[in-house]
C-alpha cells in the first residue's frame, strides 16, 4: 500500500510538471531567395582620350572638408573620332567648363551623374587634336558613397583629419589614399590604372604646414593671407591612383642615394627617430636596383606617415605613404622593426608604379612581385634562413586563405575589384614568382624581369607581357606554366612517402587533391644531396641508393613548391624523417 501511495505521488509530480511546462514559441522564417547572379568577364575599360598632362592647382575648407580645385587636363583623342568623352569625378560641383583647341574655345554640353561627367563638344574631336579641358570645381570627398575593402577600409579618396581639434594630441592633417579608383573624388581623371599622364601640382596650405606630393618641390611662394603655395612637378608619366598628397605638421629629415634626394616625414616627437624608423631605405634602393638591373626611376624617393591611415601603406610614385603603426621610437624599434614593409612598398616603385598593372586582374604584377621584393630583402640582408621563413610564412598565409577561396591570380570574374587584395594575389603571387625562378633558373629570370621594366617602363601592362618577355629571354613555350599557376585555382597536395626497397630508397610522391593533377617540379634533401623530381602524374615514384648511414629526408628544402604536403616518411621507422 505504501509503494503504491509513492507511485501516485510520483507520477502527479511528473504530471504538475508538464502542466506546467510552457509551450516554446514558434518562429517563422522568411523564405530565403537563391539567385544566381550571372558573372560579369571584367574588360579593360575602352580608352576615349589620352591624358598627356594634368596641371592642378588646390586649396582647402579645412572645417567643411572641402577641396577648390582649378585643373587643367591635355589630352588627345585615340583613334576613333569623339562626339563625347567621359571623366571620372565623384561628388563635384562643377563652376565652370571649358575646352579649347589650339587658344580656340570649343562650346560643350554636358551629363553628369555625380560619378562620372560626360561633355559633348559641339564639333568632332579627331586622333591628331591636342585639346585643353579646363575645370574650376569643389570637391566633396565626405559624400563619397563607394565602400572600401579588407585592404582599403575607406574610399574617400581625400582625408581631413582632426580638423575640429577634438582629440587634443592627435595632430591636424590633410592626405589622400587613390587605389584603387578613390582620386577621383578630389580631382577629375580617366580614374583607371592603365591611363598614364604627368602631373604637376600647386597645393596652398597655412604657411606653417608641410606639404608632400609626388616629383620635386620646385619652388614655394608665400602669399599675403598666411597661406604658401607649394609647387610640385612629377615630369614622368604616372597612373592616376598613384597621385598623392601629405599635409601636415611634419619634420623632414633628409638623406641622400646616388645624387638623389631621400626623405622622411614625421610628426616633430619621432623626428630624432626618422633614420632607425626607415632605416635600410638607401641600402634598399641599391640593392635593387643592382639585382633589377634597372635604376631606380624616380626624381627623388620620400616616406611620410599619417594619423588615421585607412590601409597599411601606399605605393605613391616617388612618395610613399604609411599608418602611424610605422612610427616608433628606438625602443619600439628593438622589437618590431620596418623592414617589411619598406622593402615592400619600395619595390612597388619599379612594380606597380614603373610599370602598372593594366586592369585590377592582373593587380599581382603589382603586389605579387612587391610581396617577392620583401623575401629578396630578407635573403639579402639577413640571409637564407630568413628568407626561408618569409617564404614559408607566406606559403601558410596563402594555404590558410584558400580553404575558403582559391581562385585563379589573374581573372576576370569578380564582382568588385577591391576582391583582388587578396592574398592569392599577393602571397600565392609572390610563391609563383619565386617557382618561375628557380624553373628557368636564376639568371634567366632577373634578364626577364630587366626586360620587362625596360620595354613596359611607364607603360600598363598584363600577365601576358611578362610572359612574352620571359619567353624571349629563355626561348621557352611557358604558356602551360602561366596558364597553371596564374589563370588555374587551387594547389597541389600531395602524400609525400618513403620505403626501403633492398638497396633502395623509393621515394613516392602522390596528388591527392580533389581537383585536376598539376604539373610541378618536387625538390627534396637526402642527406647533402639535393633531388628535384619532375610531377605530372598521379604518382610519380623515384629510387636513390639507400645509405648506411640513414639520412634526413627534408621535402621543400628551398621553399618552391606550391600546394601542401602530407609528409608520411614519419610512418618509416628505418628512415629519419624531417617534421
Same mark, same amino acid.
Request: aromatic residues 14%.
Given at each position: ?17 508538464? *502542466? %506546467? =511546462? ?9 523564405? !530565403?531567395?537563391?539567385? @544566381? $547572379? +550571372? ?82 563638344? *559641339? %564639333? =568632332? ?9 579646363? !575645370?574650376?570645381?569643389? @570637391? $566633396? +570627398? ?438
Amino acid at each position: 500500500m505504501l509503494k503504491r501511495t509513492h507511485l501516485i505521488f510520483i507520477l502527479f509530480v511528473l504530471a504538475s510538471c508538464a *502542466v %506546467k =511546462k510552457e509551450e516554446p514559441a514558434r518562429v517563422t522564417l522568411q523564405p !530565403i531567395k537563391i539567385s @544566381a $547572379q +550571372p558573372k560579369v568577364f571584367r574588360l579593360q575599360p575602352n580608352k576615349e582620350i589620352d591624358i598627356l598632362h594634368t596641371e592642378l592647382n588646390v586649396s582647402f575648407d579645412w572645417q567643411k572638408h572641402l577641396c577648390y580645385g582649378e585643373e587643367e587636363i591635355t589630352f588627345t583623342p585615340y583613334f576613333y573620332s569623339l562626339d563625347s568623352f567621359s571623366l571620372d569625378a565623384k561628388q563635384f560641383i562643377f563652376n565652370k567648363i571649358t575646352l579649347t583647341k589650339n587658344g580656340e574655345e570649343i562650346a560643350l554640353t554636358k551629363k553628369y551623374d555625380d560619378a562620372v561627367i560626360t561633355l559633348f563638344p *559641339v %564639333k =568632332k574631336l579627331n586622333q591628331f587634336d591636342t585639346l585643353k579641358l579646363f !575645370i574650376n570645381y569643389t @570637391a $566633396q +570627398p565626405d559624400k563619397a558613397t563607394a565602400e572600401g575593402s579588407q585592404a582599403i577600409s575607406d574610399a574617400k579618396g581625400l582625408y581631413f583629419i582632426n580638423t575640429e581639434k577634438k582629440e587634443p594630441y592627435k595632430p591636424m592633417q590633410i592626405w589622400t589614399q587613390g587605389e584603387t579608383e578613390s582620386n577621383s573624388n578630389w580631382f577629375a581623371t580617366v580614374d583607371k590604372p592603365h591611363e598614364k599622364m604627368t602631373f604637376h601640382i600647386n597645393i596652398t596650405v597655412p604657411d606653417s604646414m608641410t606639404t608632400l606630393s609626388n616629383g620635386l618641390l620646385k619652388k614655394s611662394i608665400k602669399n599675403t593671407n598666411n597661406t604658401r603655395t607649394d609647387y610640385w612637378q612629377m615630369k614622368q608619366p604616372m597612373s592616376a591612383y598613384l597621385v598623392m598628397m601629405a599635409i601636415g605638421n611634419f619634420e623632414k629629415t633628409t638623406d641622400e642615394w646616388r645624387s638623389k634626394e631621400v626623405s622622411y616625414f614625421l610628426e616633430p616627437k619621432y623626428h630624432p627617430f626618422a633614420k632607425n624608423i626607415f632605416n635600410h631605405t638607401t641600402e634598399m634602393l641599391e640593392f635593387y636596383s643592382n639585382k633589377l638591373g634597372v635604376e631606380y626611376p624616380w626624381q627623388k624617393y620620400a616616406q611620410v606617415i599619417v594619423r588615421d591611415y585607412v590601409s597599411g601603406a601606399m605605393e605613391n610614385t616617388s612618395a610613399t605613404l604609411h599608418g602611424e603603426f610605422v612610427q616608433k621610437n628606438d625602443r619600439e624599434l628593438i622589437d618590431n622593426q620596418n623592414d617589411g614593409i619598406i622593402a615592400h612598398e619600395l619595390f612597388h616603385q619599379w612594380f606597380g608604379d614603373l610599370v602598372t598593372c593594366e586592369s585590377w586582374s592582373h593587380l599581382t604584377l603589382n603586389e605579387g612581385f612587391a610581396t617577392f621584393g620583401e623575401q629578396l630583402w630578407f635573403g639579402y640582408k639577413y640571409g637564407e634562413v630568413a628568407e626561408l621563413k618569409h617564404i614559408h610564412k607566406s606559403m601558410r598565409q596563402y594555404l590558410s586563405y584558400s580553404q575558403r577561396d582559391d581562385d585563379p591570380i589573374v581573372r576576370f570574374y569578380y564582382a568588385d575589384k577591391e576582391e583582388m587584395f587578396n592574398r592569392i594575389t599577393y602571397q600565392k603571387g609572390a610563391r609563383v614568382l619565386n617557382l618561375l625562378k628557380f624553373s628557368i633558373g636564376e639568371k634567366a629570370f632577373y634578364s626577364a624581369v630587366k626586360n620587362y621594366l625596360e620595354n613596359y617602363g611607364y607603360k600598363a601592362a598584363e600577365i601576358e607581357n611578362f610572359r612574352q618577355e620571359a619567353e624571349k629571354t629563355t626561348g621557352q613555350d611557358l604558356r602551360y606554366f602561366f596558364k597553371q599557376w596564374f589563370l588555374r585555382g587551387g594547389h597541389p597536395v600531395v602524400d609525400f612517402s618513403t620505403k626501403i626497397i633492398g638497396d633502395d630508397v623509393e621515394i613516392s610522391i602522390t596528388q591527392t587533391q580533389q581537383d585536376s593533377l598539376f604539373s610541378f617540379p618536387f625538390q627534396f634533401r637526402y642527406g647533402s644531396e639535393y633531388i628535384t623530381i619532375e610531377c605530372s602524374e598521379k604518382n610519380t615514384v623515384y629510387k636513390i641508393p639507400n645509405v648506411a648511414n640513414q639520412p634526413h629526408i627534408y621535402p621543400d628544402p628551398n621553399g618552391i613548391f606550391i600546394g601542401e604536403i602530407n609528409n608520411k616518411t614519419t610512418d618509416d621507422e628505418n628512415l629519419l624523417s624531417y617534421y
